[in-house]
């Protein structure tokens, strides 16, 4: 275990003098994967506290980590399924009920409308051998490609953008790299608050020694971008023109690296030609960031001999999402700074294991980073699962946004939503609802949420900490959970309601016996890891107990490498050849799908793909009707939709409701005073919230946390944001749409002898509060004059988070 700062003892456990057991877990709030310990008593969580041997964290846990048992103790789980009844309401069922129900409405549906008519979308934040399960039922049982999952809006950009540069995804880089990188560059990341352990770990080793040198790409004045060295604060929607214009100046100073360039790519010229007309002058127009912070940034990432970048939800939830994140590949490609200690481009995930999902086949691609236009990938698939090759659909994935879609146009009869809140976290949430409506819909959830409003059939599932199984974290490591304690009476694990789902619809091999036969999470696993051998996600030197033993293992982990993979691509071999490669690659610009022939010509079998990626601004611009660029993202105290973490007083405590973050000077300007409430409106709806009057965002751009977002009581960011996808990826713009701040006031008419002091006091304002929301000089006002009331003026408070480095 290498010790990359002190060891620390975070925990939270309600009872210290009594626990019973300790429980070897991972945590299920973030892709950092941290190691942990849950604490039982009486076969009830109590707490838990860092694993002080896991080398990710050191025993280290955040706030929302510390109180995530809390959930599960939460008196209003659901303790039985529910089924809406004739009446239109959710009624209390047996399971056997409730899985009659789905099992006849998913033969009826795959009867009607074909096997592509049932959808399952499930997740991010389950367990491997469940997604194994998912892409073995809904490929080899079902039938359907319609397999998705929310990592679709989370990092399905990732995953396409390793495939377009390597051949594969997995990402090149390890956590371990920080540790001895000179530079980082977080790009459209903010970890202190997302990754606060991950961030821990580079500034414990910046106070110490002075290195790595910090980039940070945001637009906003974030907490990781205040430890920066350089803060570029580019404009929305503008992180490629400021790569094209970095990399294009790298070139003209001759910051490349000719012999790797030549060993081990292909049409680097290509890439040269479209960036060298990117002028610092033309980079500074487009982002709005200064000659002088362009140079610096040119001369440290063109001379620094390693550098870790990192990308997350604002480099992915753009209109160049996949563009951006081949465009910083390039820069490590040409610089030769990848598969060497300290460098690689570290494209991050966001949920505890969406990784995990790409990596088994749980959406999009086959199993085992397998291509689905390859045919001979499916013959070998088929084999494995001892079925028929044309039981396996040849096709590219579709999208959520796509199936939303083909749900309006009555294509999709069954939608299965495991351990996902849709109608909160997905963008344009209203026609989202409106599309959802027409199907029939089965939300495995141990709560009721707002998707549940309109579920047909609700499945209550064990929670973390209830079930076995594994994740796969940010960097390749598969980290283990063990069940600490059993589910509460009434529920079961996502796992077994799989299995049953599976043998109730008669699912077979084609020698007629079931298809799925194994029976406990250990036993997918095991059928999982023969899936994966030779494959780039070999996990054949895998085993619960070595997983358990060595505090998780990174991928491949096979007979050449039996303790794991720290970083790919020490041998600068890359996954392109045509028939080991997961995918012919996308056209860069429109994402259509390349042919066999056509990906034979673009690549040479191991080299990794330069491409020239052209910048196009985002469709949706700022207007006079709409001045405003709405960016939304997340807070330390909260994890998504709040389901788990609203049920801790103190997180909830911390950080109660939504906001929108407003330039001092833009508030200035439209009179807007710190707290009063505001309606923000787009293009898609509106939500009225209080403001908060910042230098945190720019001038000309907005704010607000998505995690707020019940139908009735709160507003929620997705009733704006709008629902166009990356050509690539198909992930969703969040970060680039617009809106318009408007005032929601009452007036006053002056009556005589009324001053601006009673008129104050009336309306339990402060005088100044009453004079900047009528933009008054003076304290006269005159009779008969009409006067601007804010309706509701609410301080926002939200904690801010200390990062402790030491
Ligand atoms: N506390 C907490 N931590 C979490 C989560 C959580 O819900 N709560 N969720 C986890 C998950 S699933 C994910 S995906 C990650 C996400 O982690 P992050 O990506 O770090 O989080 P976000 O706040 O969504 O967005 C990051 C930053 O993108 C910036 N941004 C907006 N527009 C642009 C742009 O045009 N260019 C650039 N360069 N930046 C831009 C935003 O200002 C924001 O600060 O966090 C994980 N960790
Ligand atoms: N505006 C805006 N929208 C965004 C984003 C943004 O930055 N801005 N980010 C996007 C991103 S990156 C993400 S990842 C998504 C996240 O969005 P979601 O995944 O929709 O949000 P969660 O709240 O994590 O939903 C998880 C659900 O699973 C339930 N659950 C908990 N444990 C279990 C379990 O063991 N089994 C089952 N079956 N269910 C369980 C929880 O109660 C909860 O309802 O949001 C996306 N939406
Ligand atoms: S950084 Fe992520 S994995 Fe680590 S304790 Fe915090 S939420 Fe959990
Ligand atoms: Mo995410």
Redesign the pocket.
């Given at each position: 275990m290498k010790e990359w700062g002190p060891i620390k003892n975070d925990q939270h456990i309600k009872d210290q003098q009594n626990v019973d057991r300790w429980v070897h877990s991972t945590c299920n709030l973030?892709?950092i994967g941290c190691g942990c310990e849950i604490a039982v008593k009486d076969n009830k969580l109590i707490g838990v506290k860092g694993m002080k041997e896991h080398q990710t964290n050191l025993g280290r846990l955040d706030p929302?980590a510390k109180d995530q048992w809390m959930a599960n103790n939460s008196s209003d789980r659901l303790l039985h399924p529910l089924v809406r009844n004739q009446e239109g309401k959710l009624k209390k069922a047996t399971w056997d009920e409730a899985m009659s129900t789905i099992v006849d409405k998913a033969k009826e549906v795959i009867d009607e409308k074909g096997p592509n008519g049932a959808a399952i979308y499930s997740t991010g934040q389950g367990f491997l051998e469940d997604y194994y399960t998912i892409a073995k039922i809904g490929r080899a049982g079902i039938g359907t490609h319609l397999l998705d999952a929310n990592t679709r809006l989370?990092t399905a950009t990732t995953e396409y953008c390793l495939i377009q540069s390597f051949g594969s995804d997995g990402v090149p880089a390890s956590f371990e790299d920080l540790d001895y990188t000179d530079t980082v560059m977080f790009?459209?990341?903010?970890?202190a608050?997302?990754?606060s352990v991950l961030f821990e770990r580079v500034m414990t080793r910046k106070k110490e020694t002075g290195k790595p040198y910090i980039i940070v790409?945001?637009?906003?004045e974030?907490l990781t971008a205040e430890s920066a060295d350089l803060h570029l604060s580019?404009n929305?929607?503008s992180?490629l023109a400021l790569l094209n214009g970095l990399i294009g100046e790298m070139v003209r100073r001759n910051y490349v690296n000719d012999s790797f360039i030549r060993k081990h790519t292909v049409h680097f010229d290509e890439m040269k030609e479209t960036v060298k007309e990117w002028s610092l002058e033309q980079t500074q127009q487009y982002t709005g960031i200064s000659i002088e912070k362009l140079e610096e940034a040119v001369e440290q990432l063109g001379r620094t001999t390693s550098l870790v970048s990192t990308t997350?939800?604002?480099?992915y939830q753009?209109a160049d999402a996949t563009a951006t994140c081949v465009a910083i590949n390039n820069m490590h490609l040409m610089r030769g700074l990848i598969g060497k200690e300290g460098s690689g481009p570290l494209h991050m995930a966001?949920?505890p294991s969406s990784s995990g999902n790409r990596t088994v086949g749980g959406v999009g691609t086959y199993p085992g980073n397998r291509n689905p236009l390859n045919p001979k990938h499916l013959k070998e698939m088929a084999e494995l699962w001892n079925v028929e090759e044309d039981k396996l659909e040849v096709g590219p994935e579709k999208g959520i946004i796509k199936q939303i879609e083909m749900m309006e146009n009555d294509q999709i009869g069954f939608f299965w939503n495991i351990h996902t809140n849709p109608l909160v976290s997905l963008p344009n949430r209203q026609r989202a609802k409106e599309a959802l409506k027409k199907t029939f819909v089965v939300v495995q959830d141990p709560f009721l949420t707002e998707t549940t409003e309109i579920a047909d059939v609700v499945l209550p599932p064990a929670m973390w900490g209830e079930k076995e199984g594994t994740m796969e974290n940010a960097d390749r490591t598969i980290n283990l959970l063990r069940k600490a304690v059993e589910p509460p009476n009434g529920v079961k694990a996502d796992f077994d309601i799989l299995l049953d789902f599976a043998k109730r619809m008669g699912f077979q091999d084609k020698d007629g016996d079931p298809l799925i036969q194994f029976e406990t999470p250990e036993g997918s696993f095991e059928e999982w890891k023969v899936v994966s051998k030779g494959r780039p996600s070999d996990m054949t030197a895998m085993s619960y107990q070595n997983l358990e033993e060595n505090r998780g293992m990174q991928w491949p982990a096979n007979e050449e490498n039996p303790e794991g993979t720290t970083r790919l691509y020490e041998d600068f071999q890359f996954n392109t050849e045509v028939d080991y490669a997961q995918s012919y690659g996308k056209d860069i610009i429109t994402g259509r799908p390349l042919a066999r022939d056509e990906y034979k010509e673009k690549s040479e079998a191991g080299k990794a793909i330069f491409y020239s990626t052209p910048y196009f601004p985002p469709s949706e611009q700022p207007s006079d009707s709409y001045p405003f660029w709405f960016?939304s993202?997340?807070?330390?105290w909260?994890?998504?939709t709040r389901t788990k973490t609203s049920r801790s007083a103190s997180l909830d405590q911390a950080a109660k409701e939504a906001y929108v973050d407003i330039q001092e000077d833009d508030a200035g300007q439209m009179g807007i005073l710190p707290g009063e409430e505001v309606e923000v409106i787009s293009p898609r709806g509106s939500i009225k919230v209080p403001s908060r009057v910042s230098n945190s965002v720019q001038n000309g751009t907005v704010?607000t946390p998505f995690h707020f977002g019940n139908f009735e009581k709160e507003p929620s960011a997705n009733e704006l944001t709008i629902d166009v996808v990356d050509p690539l990826s198909h992930q969703p713009l969040y970060?680039n749409s617009v809106c318009r701040i408007e005032k929601n006031r009452g007036s006053h008419k002056v009556k005589k002898g009324e001053t601006v002091n009673s008129i104050a006091a009336n309306y339990h304002l402060t005088v100044p509060q009453l004079k900047r929301a009528n933009r008054l000089k003076d304290n006269f006002v005159k009779e008969g004059a009409t006067l601007e009331i804010p309706l509701r003026i609410r301080e926002v408070e939200v904690k801010e988070y200390p990062i402790p480095f030491d």
């Open positions: 973030c892709s929302k989370c790009f459209g990341h903010n970890p608050e997302t990754g790409v945001d637009p906003r974030t580019l929305t929607g992180n997350l939800q604002g480099a753009a966001g949920q960016n993202g997340r807070l330390i909260h994890w998504h704010f970060k």
